[in-house]
């Protein structure tokens, strides 16, 4: 195993993309003219979750990861509009805006579905895509959508204090690095002139979205996956109650391009939990 460096090394910069009346933050590492590599968040996340894994790619990449829209510094839109067709669209949008033409995709969760369904209608962007626990049926019947779908009900909307909401995300998140924890404190809330806590991402949007009963919103990523002509890595948390052992194996069976790794002692939140390996 490689140690890694805790702190990144590689200075960020970020810049808002247009993509239809909204403007989508975006975070840059690395000489724009190397190798693109573009990275998408899960459900609840931020850009900034790549932190630790760009100070890495970035030697020798050009980075770019997006605060999808309703979080980080990106414009909220309407509830409506939290559904992944709107996601694929800002991702076309954004590296349009880029002018990256050939890149590699990688994505976390609802990330992961964003990019499998972007590589079933913009093929030929790209050179390779890395799909972090998730897979077919995982936002709809597995025992980790169950949870996302009790943890966006029962989320409190204010804490009265930093204390108050760290103690919260160390219940939420149990196997998390305490560094991970104050990156979701730093990424993910606001810190009142009352010392109180808020929300930073459209809490009550996306929710609305993420519980609409409409089963049909939740894309079937079968088709992707089995028309993926791209190398793709698959990878899966040992301990995910997301994306299932069977599912995954499932998957590489399915398409000779998906090459597939548990990475232990990992969560959901495969890149939070063990990061190194």
Known sequence: MVKISEKPSISSRERFISSGKLKINIVEWGNSDARPIVMLHGLRSYARTWDRVASVLAKNHYVVALDQRGRGRSDWGPPSNYFTEYYVEDLKNVVDGLRLEKFLLLGHSMGGATSLMFSQMYPSYLEGMVIEDIGPGSSASSSGADRI??????????FRSRTEAKLFWQQERPGSPDEAIEQRL???????QDSKMRWRYDL???????????DSKIPDLWPPILKLNTPTLLLRGGNSDFLSAEIMFEMVKSNPNITAF??????????DDNFEE
């Not at 730093?186 to 009142?192: D, H, S």
């Not at 009550?204 to 409409?214: F, K, M, Q, V, Y």
């Open 204 to 214: 009550e949007g996306i929710a609305t979205a993420r519980l609409n009963p409409d």
């Open 149 to 158: 779908k009790k943890e966006l009900k029962q989320t409190p909307r204010l």
């Open 186 to 192: 730093n990424y993910m809330m606001i810190e009142g």
């Open 262 to 271: 548990e990475i232990s002692g990992a969560s959901h939140y495969v890149h």
